[in-house]
Nanobody
């Protein structure tokens, strides 16, 4: 499995940025793919995820500002981030849960706990 993330950068508060992740090497009928963020020495925080049947998940801190979507033709997951805040500054990782439990409630906590693969992180820095 390979997950290649793009799109990080330095922006000002209130700006927008889009992260993209190109995935390959997996062939599952059901999976959940998305993003978590984690600074060195800090806990992993789920940001947003989307299932292969288009259920979406957002953390409370980004709900209403971030939108996740999939482009199946390009094997790409995009995270549109609007109205960025300095507290969004972090390293963002694209990740995938290849074995989500479909028979139990599923949210970002389950996603973060269950990720099987993640790619190299991309830095997002929001200046005030």
């Amino acid at each position: 499995v390979q997950l290649q993330a793009y799109g990080g950068g330095l922006v000002q508060a209130g700006d927008s940025l889009t992260l993209s992740c190109v995935g390959s090497g997996f062939n599952r009928p059901y999976y959940v793919i998305g993003w978590f963020r984690q600074a060195p020495g800090k806990e992993r925080e789920g940001v947003s995820a989307i299932s292969s049947n288009d259920n979406t998940y957002y953390s409370d801190s980004v709900k209403g500002r971030f939108t996740i979507s999939r482009d199946n033709a390009k094997n790409t997951v995009n995270l549109q981030m609007h109205n960025l805040k300095p507290e969004d500054t972090d390293i963002y990782y694209c990740a995938i849960d290849l074995n989500p439990d479909r028979f139990r409630p599923y949210g970002l906590g389950e996603f973060v706990y269950g990720v099987d693969w993640w790619g190299r992180g991309t830095q997002v820095t929001v200046s005030s």
